[in-house]
């Protein structure tokens, strides 16, 4: 059985034709979004779709999509990255795509992708935590897929860290942990502050305008100050966040990943640090903190498998 699994994000769109029945990928493209307009946009998805399997040799189209989704309305209810709110891009899509096409949230066809094929494979309940542009998680509860009532369960990166007077998200809240953890904020927040302050990072970059979080982190490893101070607040944050998520769902398995996450051993030291700080003991004893192993193929992997109903 094959199916096709679309990853959906900001700035780029992948699809791969998988035999959800092995967990291959049979074909794999990626293209770049070049418009915001919802139509344009499921252009983009019909064309890699059709590069992938021409001969429409599949049971449908699975589309992890970074936004919050409506219940299982087809409707992006908000899209920090497209600027969007309340878009029913499902319908647009199954114009050009046919009627077996769904939305997933994009962490959420990630985590199912771990859960199935990769890191998570045969554990029962999971939680995973994505750290990348921004900050995402999904829940795998009794060896299924958990979205909650109206499809926001993992909304992990809201999760509300500084009350009152937090940095303002992209979701249009403050306080996220998202504000101050994603690779976005963390670049964010060093522009803002090296406007009237020196870091290592600003000359590793070539210019304060030029920063990125691997610019952050290089800098940190090397005892910069200031670089320093700032991966030691987001990881605490972070760690919090997590501990407190351990707490809440007692898994056997937290699995991180996120190109942030993989690239930056600040981060993680200081994220383990105030997680082994504020987690409980007894939740530790059969517990386990590991990355995920499918890299960028988890989103396709876990949209394709959700919606061939593997």
Not at 291 to 297: K, N, P
Request: glycine share 14%.
């Amino acid at each position: 059985m094959r199916a096709v699994g679309v990853d959906l994000g900001g700035t780029n769109c992948r699809a791969a034709l998988v035999d959800v029945e092995t967990g291959t990928v049979l074909a794999e493209v990626k293209e770049p979004v070049t418009t915001k307009d919802p139509d344009g946009v499921a252009a983009i998805v019909e064309r890699v779709v059709d590069r992938v399997d021409a001969a429409k040799d599949r049971v449908g189209v699975g589309i992890g999509f970074a936004g919050m989704l409506r219940g299982w309305t087809g409707v992006v209810a908000n899209a920090p990255n497209y600027g969007w709110r309340d878009v029913d891009l499902r319908s647009v899509l199954r114009r050009r795509l046919g009627k077996n096409t769904e939305l997933y949230n994009d962490l959420n066809a990630i985590a199912y992708g771990e859960a199935r094929w990769g890191s998570a494979r045969g554990t029962r309940d999971v939680f995973f935590c994505f750290v990348g542009t921004g900050v995402g998680g999904g829940l795998v509860l009794d060896g299924k897929l958990y979205i909650g009532a109206t499809h926001l369960a993992g909304e992990f990166g809201h999760s509300k860290v500084v009350t009152p007077n937090g940095r303002r998200c992209g979701c249009g809240q403050y306080g996220c942990l998202e504000a101050y953890t994603s690779g976005r904020n963390l670049q964010a927040i060093a522009r803002e502050d090296l406007v009237n302050q020196k870091s290592l990072a600003s000359e590793l970059a070539g210019g304060t305008a030029n920063i990125h979080a691997g610019h952050l982190d290089e800098a940190a490893q090397k005892g910069d100050p200031y670089a320093s101070a700032l991966f030691e607040r987001a990881g605490r944050y972070l760690g919090v966040a997590c501990a407190n998520a351990i707490s809440l769902l007692n898994p056997s398995r937290m699995v991180m990943g996120g190109g942030v996450w993989e690239k930056s051993p600040e981060l993680r030291r200081y994220t383990r640090k105030a997680f082994d700080e504020a987690a409980s003991a007894p939740l530790l004893e059969q517990f386990e903190i590991v990355d995920g192993t499918l890299g960028e193929a988890a989103g396709v992997l876990g949209s394709a498998t959700l919606i061939a109903g593997r």
